[in-house]
């Protein structure tokens, strides 16, 4: 017995029609098409699929059996190109993303907006872990992308900055050095000073440049994240040397953000896993990252 998808949808719009008529209208097809494909099915099966009533087509008891058997098949069909869809619109595979914490609040949010809108049938997970657990978590191949602030020498990564900022200084409004342009290490001796927890790579090159200048801040205070280190400068706990972007600077009320010298870069990174194929949807989130930050150029 050999049987064809055609036959069998033949088969079908007849069943929920009750006509050849209606069913060629229904298919796209001459109503003589739709008769041979009835025809070739009875004769593949051996027994009458309907009775003629007038110009109606009624069901044979056989065929009201076979109908449910069709049925299913179908169903199965239209669960595969449900699938196939979802696949195509990026709902079925996520896109997995991690980020340090300072990146979290700010700019991974308007990342992920900006990416539903191009995508909004697309799946986003957004992980936070620290710096060395998301480079870690990266290197397993967990997640498509991973943003930070260390550029990682990890070999299993690829790396490629996304935004160079550089050093500023927050200070509480009212503060002596409020009203200046430029704030140095050498201007915050003695200060207390609100910083980057110590296994920051740049509260590493921060310390360095307050030995050169010879400058003892008082370290009271550590956060991992910039928003923590400014919600305690509003609050007149001191100040904070914060690496930002250009597009995440912003004055918040009760503070005063003053460029610090000399320049200390802070660039943010994105990594993925060099082993791990980019899924459909990772590929176009890549995509729009050099639609936003300009194409990645060669180290």
Request: one cysteine or more; glycine letters at 6%.
């Amino acid at each position: 017995m050999k049987l064809t998808f055609r036959q069998i949808e033949a088969f079908q719009a007849v069943i929920a029609t009750g006509s050849v008529t209606e069913a060629s209208v229904m298919l796209g097809v001459s109503q003589p098409a739709v008769s041979r494909l009835l025809a070739d099915l009875e004769a593949q099966v051996g027994f009458a699929l309907f009775q003629r009533a007038g110009r109606n087509l009624n069901p044979t008891t056989e065929a009201r059996l076979l109908i449910d058997t069709v049925r299913r098949a179908f169903g199965g069909l239209d669960r595969i190109r449900e699938a196939a869809e979802a696949i195509r619109d990026f709902r079925q595979t996520p896109l997995m993303l991690v980020t340090s914490p300072s990146f979290a609040v700010r700019l991974l949010p308007d990342l992920v907006a900006a990416f539903a809108r191009r995508r909004p049938d697309a799946t986003i997970s957004l992980d936070v872990q620290t710096t060395d657990d998301a480079i870690e978590w990266l290197a397993l191949d967990a997640y498509d992308f991973g943003f930070c602030s260390s550029p990682s020498a990890n070999p299993r990564l690829t790396r490629r900055p996304i935004l160079l900022g550089q050093a500023y200084c927050v200070v509480p409004a009212g503060h002596r050095l409020a009203s200046r342009t430029l704030i140095g290490p050498a201007d915050l001796n003695g200060e207390s000073l609100i910083a980057y927890r110590a296994d920051a790579a740049f509260r590493h090159e921060l310390d360095r440049l307050f030995e050169a200048a010879g400058a003892e801040p008082v370290i009271r205070y550590e956060a991992r994240t910039t928003e923590v280190m400014m919600r305690l400068v509003e609050r007149g706990l001191g100040v904070a040397i914060v690496g930002t972007a250009p597009a995440q600077d912003h004055e918040m009320p009760g503070c005063h953000i003053v460029p610090f010298s000399p320049f200390l870069p802070y660039t943010l990174y994105m990594l993925r896993s060099a082993q791990r194929e980019m899924s459909a949807v990772a590929a176009d989130f890549a995509a729009m990252i050099d639609e936003m930050f300009g194409p990645e150029t060669p180290a």
